[in-house]
Each structure stands twice: as C-alpha cells, then as structure tokens.
C-alpha cells in the first residue's frame, strides 16, 4: 500500500501532531482539515488519521453522520504537550486583545500565554468553547456583604480572551439556561 503514514518521517509526525491539535483544542478532525492545510490526497489523509488511531488507540471515535473523529472523553495527548499560545494562534488567528482593547501581535501573545497559568484542561475548556460557540460554566469565589466567601457558578459564553496584565481573562456573556449540547466546566475561576 502506497499511503501508508510512517510516524518517523517529520513531514507525516508534523500532520500526526496537527490532528492532535484538532482533536484536543477544537474536539475534532475531518479528512477535509488534512486536505485543505496539507494539500494531501484522500487516501493519505485517511492513512493519517489512521496511524494517529494507532498511536494513541482510544482518543478519538468516528461519527458517521457527521463524517469526523471527535475526541474521546479522557483523551491525552501523546504528539507533545498541549500548548494554549500555539492553540490561540492557530485556531483564534492570535485573536488575544490587550486590556485596552487593542489587538496583540502573535509573538507577544505567545511570550504571555506561555506562562504556567491554569491547568490545561481549562485552557482546552475555553478554547473549544470559542471555537464552537458552547457555554462555559465558572465557579468562582465573591465576597459577599459579610465579607464572607460564597461559592458562585455561572454559565457564559466566552467572547474573546484578554490579556489584562498578569494573566488572559475571558470576557463573556452570561447565559441563564441550561442543556445546550456542547457545554462545558472550566472548575476554576473566571481568570485563567
């Protein structure tokens, strides 16, 4: 067979990491992704998403009716470690703004994001909710009128990311309801 994906050779290690990528950060992958960024054939393209199966059996399913793989719950990722910098660039177009509204270059954006903020898991949370227009529920601690501590959680839906100096805070619009597909639980607070 002549699509066959060699995980040693760098051109096929660097598709095999960018289906990761989709599948950690946006929750999906299609041979129509590896196509388009690639220029691959659809025999190649298939064999990739193949090998990635391989190489990392249990991280993603195929659903027929939408013609993708989508991330199993408990993937991890065994390209590299997840980088929420990279993500950004990638999947937001660098889409951070600055605290005063204007937009920052991608380098300062990767020189700030790679810092050790929250877990990735949180990271993963808010960047697949921008990407797929899903809500996000945050817990948080407000101080209350006695000064005392209450646990509060809210669903938003995240518009953008900040950079508000000391960290990317997520502006969002809250949302009252319930059971829409797609949600998720970030389990820390609204700065990350």
């Known amino acids: 067979m002549g699509n066959q994906t060699s995980d040693e050779n760098w051109a096929a290690r660097e598709r095999l990491s960018g289906i990761e990528r989709w599948l950690w950060w946006r929750g999906f992958v299609g041979r129509r992704d590896l196509l388009e960024t690639y220029g691959l054939s659809a025999a190649q393209a298939s064999s990739d998403l193949q090998k990635y199966q391989e190489l990392n059996p249990g991280s993603m399913n195929y659903h027929m009716s939408r013609k993708r793989y989508e991330a199993a719950e408990g993937m991890r990722c065994v390209m590299g470690e997840p980088d929420f910098g990279l993500a950004v660039r990638v999947f937001l177009g660098g889409g951070l703004v600055g605290s005063t509204g204007g937009a920052l270059d991608s380098d300062s954006l990767v020189e700030m994001v790679g810092l050790p903020l929250v877990k990735p898991e949180v990271e993963r949370g808010i ?10 529920k945050l817990k948080y601690s407000a101080v209350g009128s006695q000064s005392e501590f209450a646990k509060v959680a809210t669903w938003v839906h995240p518009q953008r990311l900040v950079w508000a100096g000391n960290g990317v805070t997520g502006n969002g619009v809250r949302s009252g309801k319930r059971g829409q597909s797609g949600e998720t639980e970030t389990g820390s607070g609204c700065k990350f």
Do not use: Y
Not at 127 to 136: D, E, F, K, T
């Open 127 to 136: 960047v697949s909710a921008l990407l797929n227009g899903w809500r996000v």
